[in-house]
């Protein structure tokens, strides 16, 4: 058996696979017409906007001019910017940082914070702030009770967990930072202390959106509630806890008659000798009903801004709260109107939550921008 080799047919080369320009045809008139491939532009990076949201890992920018500021990485010899946190972008001039979505707080000096105590240690206690180590309270930056101003004993070590114990909320102010970056606390004025008669919240204190809480003029006020409510206190922390109270007057002794005017002759400077027993008091005071409905309200209000993502501060707080009333006495009066028989009266006006935040929060942002 013969077999015959016969030539393979010609294969397309991989340059000609590769499209290129078609060669040129002239035309009758001498005009050379070319014709142009339709390759697509290299693809390009949005610009960087402030309202971009980054994810851990990915590609901030890759142009050696922006520098990298917190949030962000760079790898060994290389120009590119990686986020190493999930958050909005934020330029500066040519810095690049990331605002985490959800993030611990920071300590700084000044600040104004609620914690709670998780350990008694023998000269000082550990106080959770909600930051990434636990904050230092020492025993010699409280008000003793009395107000004596007196080096700590032994007697004190001894009788520390009558000051505050496991599980107490306690406001007090940043004192100095560690360098591991741990906090140092004192409550050395009667704005602070022990807290009592009220209702805790936790919210976010540092918030991609703009929410939380944030340091604002006042973190600590008094508001004169509706409806037979008394005088309410409002402390917000900055490091996002809340604490709301019946309001206590901080002037008091208790070797001061309840209907004396003793205190009122203290010079403002002395105003820590009448520091009593009861600033460490861990029973609660009776509170009336009405205060009670008032500081539920309250709480709606800080809870329904933050669902929303709208800031918390005073301001908010209170357009809030007044929102709510106007809208608990509109839904009073169509109640009145209806006049249905066998059904609760007020039923659902203090609930401030779903449809019905989301109706205060918008009557609060409108009323804060007119």
């Known amino acids: 058996m013969v077999f015959a080799i016969l030539p393979l047919p010609p294969s397309q080369s991989h340059h000609d696979s590769i ?20 390759i ?5 990076r949005p610009k960087l906007s402030n309202a971009a949201v980054v994810t851990p890992g990915e590609t901030v920018t890759e142009d050696p001019q922006w520098m990298r500021g917190h949030g ?35 300590p700084e000096i000044g600040d104004l914070v609620v914690g709670r105590i998780v350990e008694v240690q023998t000269k000082r206690w550990k106080v959770d702030l909600s ?18 101003l007196r080096r700590r004993t032994t007697t004190d070590e001894l009788a520390i967990r009558t000051f505050f114990s496991e599980g107490d909320l306690l406001v007090a102010e940043v004192q100095s930072i560690y360098q591991d ?35 604002a003029r006042r973190q600590v006020w008094t ?25 206590t007057s901080t002037a008091t002794s208790s070797s001061t008659e309840p209907n004396s005017n003793t205190t009122s002759h203290v010079p403002i400077t002395r105003l820590e000798d009448t520091v009593s027993t009861a600033l460490y008091s861990n029973r609660n005071d009776f509170i009336a ?31 809030a709260y007044e929102a709510a009333l106007d809208l608990a006495d509109a839904d009073e009066k169509d109640e009145d109107d209806e006049d249905d028989e066998g059904q609760a009266s007020g039923n659902g006006r203090d609930y401030l939550g779903g449809e019905r935040g989301t109706r205060v929060v918008a009557m609060a942002v409108r009323a804060a921008r007119s």
Not at 131 to 148: F, T
Not at 295 to 316: K, S, W
């Open 289 to 319: 009903p009405a205060t009670r409905r008032e500081i539920a309200r309250l709480v709606g209000c800080v809870r329904a801004l933050v669902r929303a993502g709208v800031r918390v501060d005073e301001e908010m707080v209170m357009r």
């Open 72 to 106: 962000t990485y760079t790898p060994l010899a290389s120009a590119v910017i990686f986020a190493s946190v999930a958050g909005t972008l934020q330029k500066t001039n040519k810095l690049l940082s990331i605002r985490p979505l959800r993030a611990r707080y920071t």
């Open 181 to 215: 970056g741990s906090a140092s606390l004192h409550t050395r004025s009667l704005k602070y202390g022990k807290l009592r008669n009220g209702v805790f919240l936790a919210v976010s204190g540092t918030a991609g959106g703009g929410g939380g809480v944030v340091r």
């Open 40 to 44: 697509a532009p290299p693809s390009k």
């Open 223 to 247: 508001v004169s509630t509706g409806n037979g409510g008394g005088e309410v206190d409002v402390v917000l922390g900055v490091n996002g806890y809340i604490w709301i109270c019946a309001h």
């Open 131 to 148: 930051a990434p180590l636990l904050a230092h309270l020492p025993l010699s930056a409280i008000n003793l009770p009395g107000g004596i």
């Open 19 to 38: 499209s290129s320009p078609a060669s040129p045809t002239v035309e009758s008139d001498g005009d050379i017409n070319v014709d142009i491939p339709d």
